[in-house]
């Protein structure tokens, strides 16, 4: 089976929870996988391919694409564990400001290309900006089945599924909360565990662990309840009485931001822009 995965956030985004689900889900599989995608990324500041790539220490290659209208644009080539990877840099790094009309135009042809050349039999994808829901159109005009891999909970109408022929959900939680919202179902993958690579000289057994400030529990509390928002935002969060008898707080967490720049049913940036925080 051939799968392509085409989305306008970054697939190498660093930041982004959902760009690493897709860089698991595509070296787990060991399938013919061919991906598209641009330099829109998570942070809020302009942030430009170079620092990602420097970043992760990956060499690119540049080159001009033709493109059907007798024109080209310019784009990086690159290989991402035995995945063929294809980033059409955009004017901006934030979703918010690209990519526009022309942009968007550019995108749909060099995915228009990867169909008629690497003839995939599934495309992979998620975001709401209005050149995702393009591209899923004609992926289905060509016959081929679209699976929208769904990370958060920006979504509110079920126009922005109609040309979806499966979604994957990153929770069981997740998939409860769009059946009831939207009707929507399909099976769950729920994201492998990210250990964190100590380094040597915190596996020296010489090393005393006074050498390190303790830290207040209350302090150690709110860090594990900010990480498990920013990696499983599904998971709603209750703070609770302390020795203190204090409550702060019984009601879950609920997130409100909107953002206005995108299609309808693509309510929150976290889906609309990015789809992209975990």
């Known amino acids: 089976m051939r799968l392509h995965f085409a989305s306008i ?8 929870g959902a760009a690493l689900r897709m860089r698991e889900l595509l070296a787990a599989r060991g399938m013919d996988c061919r991906v598209l995608t641009t330099g829109i990324l998570d942070p809020e500041r302009e942030t430009s391919l170079d620092e990602v790539f420097a970043t992760l220490e990956l060499p690119a290659r540049r080159f001009q694409a033709e493109l059907g209208t007798g024109r080209a644009a310019e784009v990086m080539d690159l290989s991402v564990s035995g995945v ?19 942009e968007s135009a550019i995108f749909l042809d060099l995915a228009e290309q990867v169909f008629d050349r690497f003839r995939p039999d599934v495309l992979l994808t998620y975001g709401g900006h209005p050149a995702s829901l393009e591209l899923m159109r004609r992926a ?7 699976v929208f891999h769904l990370h958060n909970f920006g979504y509110n109408d079920r126009r922005a599924f109609a040309d979806v022929s499966a979604v994957i959900f990153p929770s069981e939680y997740s998939r409860r909360h769009h059946a009831r919202l939207l009707g929507l179902d399909g099976p769950v993958t729920p994201t492998r ?17 006074s050498s390190t400030p303790s830290r207040p529990r209350a302090w150690r509390s709110s860090r594990i309840a900010v990480v498990l928002n920013e990696c499983r935002p599904d998971i709603p969060l209750w703070l609770v009485a302390g020795r203190s008898g204090r409550s702060r707080s019984n009601s879950p967490k ?25």
């Open 140 to 146: 289905r005009l060509r016959g081929i089945a679209v």
């Open 9 to 16: 956030h970054c697939y190498l985004d660093p930041s982004s």
């Open 84 to 102: 063929r990877v294809t980033f059409m840099p955009m004017s901006s790094s934030r979703a918010e400001r690209s990519p526009d009309p022309r």
């Open 193 to 209: 565990s990210r250990s964190t690579a100590l380094s040597s000289r915190n596996r020296n057994r010489n090393t005393s662990r």
């Open 254 to 278: 609920r997130q409100t931001s909107e953002d206005p720049g995108h299609a309808p049913g693509t309510s929150t940036r976290r889906d609309a822009g990015s789809s992209a925080r975990v």
